[in-house]
């Protein structure tokens, strides 16, 4: 069974920073897409950021590039969203999902929802003004 376990979120000033992680246990992902989501209240889950577990192509949202920062530790298992600039609007719960394919997806795919099968339980991360 796939966990994903998340940590590294809490309030934080606008234009500071955080580092996320989502620590994978339960299996041995071959080339899985890594995707960080947000879901703020009373909207629905948006992509952030994905990654390919093995090769390290990544891809951002508009709304953080240059701000975010995906990576991984295959040696152990984990993913990290680093987060500067933080804005008001960052505000959400973050989500880690691994997608259900262990072949590489393509960057398309990577950003959708409907291709990740497995998540964490999130974590929130707030910024105030």
């Known amino acids: 069974q796939v966990q994903l376990v998340e940590s590294g979120g809490g309030l934080v000033q606008a234009g500071g920073s955080l580092r996320l992680s989502c620590v994978v246990s339960?299996?041995?992902?071959?080339?899985?897409?890594m995707s960080w989501f947000r879901q703020a209240p009373g909207k629905e889950r948006e992509f952030v950021a994905a990654i390919n577990w093995s090769g390290g192509w990544t891809s951002s949202a508009d709304s953080v590039k240059g701000r975010f920062t995906i990576s991984r530790d295959n040696a152990k298992n984990t993913l990290y969203l680093q987060m500067n600039s933080l804005k008001p609007e960052d505000t959400a719960v973050y989500y880690c999902g691994a997608s259900r394919s262990s072949s590489w997806i393509g960057p398309g795919r990577a950003r959708l929802i409907s291709e990740y099968d497995y998540w964490g339980q999130g974590t929130q991360v707030t910024v105030s003004s």
């Open positions: 339960g299996r041995t992902f071959g080339n899985n897409a």
